[in-house]
T-cell receptor
Protein backbone atom coordinates (compact mmCIF):
# COMPACT_ATOMS: atom_id res chain seq x y z
CA UNK A 1 0.00 0.00 0.00
CA UNK A 2 1.90 3.05 -1.27
CA UNK A 3 -0.71 5.61 -0.11
CA UNK A 4 -0.36 8.86 -2.07
CA UNK A 5 2.51 9.15 -4.53
CA UNK A 6 3.71 12.19 -6.45
CA UNK A 7 6.12 12.71 -9.31
CA UNK A 8 8.50 14.37 -9.76
CA UNK A 9 10.05 15.13 -6.35
CA UNK A 10 12.02 18.11 -7.63
CA UNK A 11 11.72 20.26 -10.73
CA UNK A 12 13.37 23.40 -12.05
CA UNK A 13 11.62 25.31 -14.83
CA UNK A 14 12.32 28.45 -16.76
CA UNK A 15 9.65 31.14 -16.95
CA UNK A 16 7.11 30.24 -19.61
CA UNK A 17 7.76 26.50 -19.61
CA UNK A 18 4.96 24.06 -18.92
CA UNK A 19 4.83 20.90 -16.85
CA UNK A 20 2.44 18.43 -15.28
CA UNK A 21 2.66 17.17 -11.71
CA UNK A 22 1.33 13.66 -11.28
CA UNK A 23 -0.48 12.26 -8.24
CA UNK A 24 -1.91 8.81 -7.59
CA UNK A 25 -3.55 7.15 -4.58
CA UNK A 26 -4.27 3.50 -3.90
CA UNK A 27 -6.66 3.93 -0.95
CA UNK A 28 -9.87 3.99 -2.99
CA UNK A 29 -10.53 7.56 -1.88
CA UNK A 30 -13.19 9.63 -3.58
CA UNK A 31 -11.70 13.10 -3.07
CA UNK A 32 -8.35 14.46 -4.16
CA UNK A 33 -6.70 17.83 -3.67
CA UNK A 34 -3.77 19.95 -4.80
CA UNK A 35 -2.16 22.38 -2.35
CA UNK A 36 0.77 24.71 -2.49
CA UNK A 37 2.86 25.49 0.56
CA UNK A 38 4.82 28.70 0.87
CA UNK A 39 6.71 29.88 3.97
CA UNK A 40 4.36 31.41 6.52
CA UNK A 41 1.30 30.82 4.34
CA UNK A 42 0.23 27.33 5.41
CA UNK A 43 -1.41 25.03 2.89
CA UNK A 44 -3.45 26.81 0.25
CA UNK A 45 -5.87 24.85 -1.89
CA UNK A 46 -5.36 25.17 -5.65
CA UNK A 47 -7.97 22.74 -7.02
CA UNK A 48 -9.89 19.79 -5.71
CA UNK A 49 -11.93 16.90 -7.03
CA UNK A 50 -14.74 15.82 -4.72
CA UNK A 51 -15.33 12.69 -6.75
CA UNK A 52 -14.29 11.10 -10.02
CA UNK A 53 -15.49 13.24 -12.91
CA UNK A 54 -15.64 16.54 -11.02
CA UNK A 55 -13.10 19.29 -10.39
CA UNK A 56 -13.45 22.67 -8.70
CA UNK A 57 -11.33 25.71 -8.00
CA UNK A 58 -9.84 26.29 -4.60
CA UNK A 59 -8.38 29.41 -3.05
CA UNK A 60 -5.52 30.02 -5.55
CA UNK A 61 -6.39 28.45 -8.95
CA UNK A 62 -4.94 31.09 -11.30
CA UNK A 63 -2.20 29.73 -13.56
CA UNK A 64 -3.12 26.08 -12.97
CA UNK A 65 -5.33 23.42 -14.51
CA UNK A 66 -6.19 19.94 -13.28
CA UNK A 67 -7.41 16.63 -14.64
CA UNK A 68 -9.03 13.83 -12.66
CA UNK A 69 -7.93 11.07 -14.98
CA UNK A 70 -9.69 8.29 -13.05
CA UNK A 71 -10.45 7.54 -9.43
CA UNK A 72 -6.76 6.99 -8.61
CA UNK A 73 -5.06 9.84 -10.48
CA UNK A 74 -5.25 13.63 -10.26
CA UNK A 75 -2.77 15.76 -12.19
CA UNK A 76 -1.87 19.45 -11.92
CA UNK A 77 -0.67 21.37 -14.96
CA UNK A 78 1.22 24.65 -15.17
CA UNK A 79 0.75 25.94 -18.72
CA UNK A 80 3.19 28.85 -18.54
CA UNK A 81 5.25 28.79 -15.36
CA UNK A 82 5.98 32.02 -13.49
CA UNK A 83 8.45 32.70 -10.63
CA UNK A 84 5.44 33.26 -8.32
CA UNK A 85 4.66 29.56 -8.75
CA UNK A 86 7.89 28.55 -7.02
CA UNK A 87 6.58 26.48 -4.13
CA UNK A 88 6.18 23.03 -2.65
CA UNK A 89 3.15 21.25 -4.07
CA UNK A 90 1.28 18.59 -2.13
CA UNK A 91 -1.38 16.26 -3.40
CA UNK A 92 -3.81 14.75 -0.89
CA UNK A 93 -6.74 12.37 -0.88
CA UNK A 94 -9.59 11.59 1.48
CA UNK A 95 -13.01 10.02 1.79
CA UNK A 96 -14.12 6.47 1.29
CA UNK A 97 -17.23 5.71 -0.74
CA UNK A 98 -20.34 6.44 1.29
CA UNK A 99 -18.42 8.52 3.79
CA UNK A 100 -18.57 12.20 4.63
CA UNK A 101 -17.00 13.99 1.70
CA UNK A 102 -14.86 16.56 3.47
CA UNK A 103 -15.02 15.23 7.00
CA UNK A 104 -12.28 12.65 6.86
CA UNK A 105 -8.54 12.55 7.27
CA UNK A 106 -6.53 13.84 4.35
CA UNK A 107 -3.53 11.75 3.38
CA UNK A 108 -0.73 13.70 1.77
CA UNK A 109 1.84 12.76 -0.82
CA UNK A 110 5.56 13.45 -0.27
CA UNK A 111 5.46 16.75 -2.18
CA UNK A 112 7.07 18.26 -5.28
CA UNK A 113 9.54 21.08 -4.82
CA UNK A 114 9.22 23.37 -7.85
CA UNK A 115 11.53 26.26 -8.69
CA UNK A 116 10.72 28.62 -11.54
CA UNK A 117 13.62 30.78 -12.68
CA UNK B 1 -15.95 30.13 2.75
CA UNK B 2 -14.36 29.08 5.99
CA UNK B 3 -11.61 31.22 7.53
CA UNK B 4 -9.23 29.65 10.07
CA UNK B 5 -6.79 31.65 12.16
CA UNK B 6 -4.01 29.98 14.14
CA UNK B 7 -1.87 31.31 17.00
CA UNK B 8 0.91 31.56 17.87
CA UNK B 9 3.03 31.33 14.74
CA UNK B 10 6.03 30.21 16.79
CA UNK B 11 6.09 28.51 20.19
CA UNK B 12 9.26 27.73 22.10
CA UNK B 13 9.13 25.50 25.22
CA UNK B 14 11.45 23.52 27.42
CA UNK B 15 11.33 19.74 27.32
CA UNK B 16 8.69 18.50 29.73
CA UNK B 17 6.58 21.66 29.53
CA UNK B 18 3.12 21.79 28.02
CA UNK B 19 2.33 23.47 24.69
CA UNK B 20 -1.00 24.92 23.59
CA UNK B 21 -1.90 26.03 20.07
CA UNK B 22 -5.19 27.78 19.38
CA UNK B 23 -7.34 28.14 16.27
CA UNK B 24 -10.52 30.03 15.55
CA UNK B 25 -12.94 29.42 12.71
CA UNK B 26 -15.63 31.53 11.12
CA UNK B 27 -18.37 29.22 9.82
CA UNK B 28 -20.63 27.67 12.43
CA UNK B 29 -21.56 24.92 9.92
CA UNK B 30 -18.03 23.46 10.06
CA UNK B 31 -18.06 20.09 11.79
CA UNK B 32 -14.60 18.57 11.40
CA UNK B 33 -11.38 19.90 12.95
CA UNK B 34 -8.16 17.97 12.28
CA UNK B 35 -4.63 18.73 13.42
CA UNK B 36 -1.63 17.84 11.27
CA UNK B 37 2.05 17.65 12.17
CA UNK B 38 4.69 18.39 9.58
CA UNK B 39 8.31 17.61 10.30
CA UNK B 40 10.99 19.43 8.34
CA UNK B 41 11.02 18.30 4.72
CA UNK B 42 8.19 15.83 5.24
CA UNK B 43 4.51 15.67 4.39
CA UNK B 44 1.76 16.77 6.84
CA UNK B 45 0.29 13.85 8.81
CA UNK B 46 -2.81 13.73 10.96
CA UNK B 47 -2.15 13.53 14.69
CA UNK B 48 -5.64 14.01 16.08
CA UNK B 49 -9.06 15.25 14.99
CA UNK B 50 -12.35 16.20 16.60
CA UNK B 51 -15.91 16.43 15.34
CA UNK B 52 -18.49 18.99 16.35
CA UNK B 53 -20.48 16.56 18.48
CA UNK B 54 -17.52 16.11 20.86
CA UNK B 55 -15.98 18.66 23.23
CA UNK B 56 -12.65 17.00 23.93
CA UNK B 57 -10.54 14.14 22.66
CA UNK B 58 -7.30 12.70 24.02
CA UNK B 59 -4.62 10.43 22.64
CA UNK B 60 -1.78 9.85 25.10
CA UNK B 61 0.08 13.19 25.45
CA UNK B 62 -2.08 14.98 22.89
CA UNK B 63 -5.54 16.42 23.40
CA UNK B 64 -7.86 18.66 21.43
CA UNK B 65 -10.71 20.75 22.82
CA UNK B 66 -13.54 22.36 20.88
CA UNK B 67 -15.73 25.28 21.92
CA UNK B 68 -18.50 25.57 19.34
CA UNK B 69 -20.07 28.62 20.94
CA UNK B 70 -16.86 30.61 20.74
CA UNK B 71 -15.83 28.89 17.50
CA UNK B 72 -12.36 27.95 18.63
CA UNK B 73 -10.41 24.75 19.16
CA UNK B 74 -7.03 24.05 20.71
CA UNK B 75 -4.27 21.47 20.61
CA UNK B 76 -2.64 20.56 23.92
CA UNK B 77 0.63 18.66 24.11
CA UNK B 78 1.81 17.63 27.57
CA UNK B 79 5.30 16.52 28.64
CA UNK B 80 6.81 17.81 25.42
CA UNK B 81 9.79 15.99 23.94
CA UNK B 82 12.36 17.13 21.36
CA UNK B 83 10.69 14.90 18.75
CA UNK B 84 7.54 17.02 19.12
CA UNK B 85 9.43 19.84 17.36
CA UNK B 86 7.61 20.43 14.07
CA UNK B 87 5.08 22.67 12.38
CA UNK B 88 1.48 22.04 13.46
CA UNK B 89 -1.50 22.94 11.29
CA UNK B 90 -5.12 23.13 12.32
CA UNK B 91 -7.97 22.93 9.81
CA UNK B 92 -11.70 23.56 9.92
CA UNK B 93 -14.43 22.38 7.59
CA UNK B 94 -16.40 19.25 6.91
CA UNK B 95 -19.86 18.56 5.59
CA UNK B 96 -20.00 20.48 2.33
CA UNK B 97 -17.03 22.63 3.33
CA UNK B 98 -13.54 21.76 2.21
CA UNK B 99 -11.16 21.95 5.17
CA UNK B 100 -9.34 25.27 5.35
CA UNK B 101 -5.91 25.25 6.99
CA UNK B 102 -4.43 27.68 9.46
CA UNK B 103 -1.02 29.15 8.69
CA UNK B 104 0.81 26.83 11.05
CA UNK B 105 2.67 26.97 14.35
CA UNK B 106 6.35 26.17 14.55
CA UNK B 107 6.87 24.33 17.85
CA UNK B 108 10.42 24.20 19.16
CA UNK B 109 11.14 21.96 22.15
CA UNK B 110 14.49 22.69 23.79
CA UNK B 111 16.21 19.72 25.49
Amino acid sequence: NAGVTQTPKFQVLKTGQSMTLQCAQDMNHNSMYWYRQDPGMGLRLIYYSASEGTTDKGEVPNGYNVSRLNKREFSLRLESAAPSQTSVYFCASSGLAGGRVFSDTQYFGPGTRLTVL
Amino acid sequence: GENVEQHPSTLSVQEGDSAVIKCTYSDSASNYFPWYKQELGKRPQLIIDIRSNVGEKKDQRIAVTLNKTAKHFSLHITETQPEDSAVYFCAGGGGSYIPTFGRGTSLIVHP
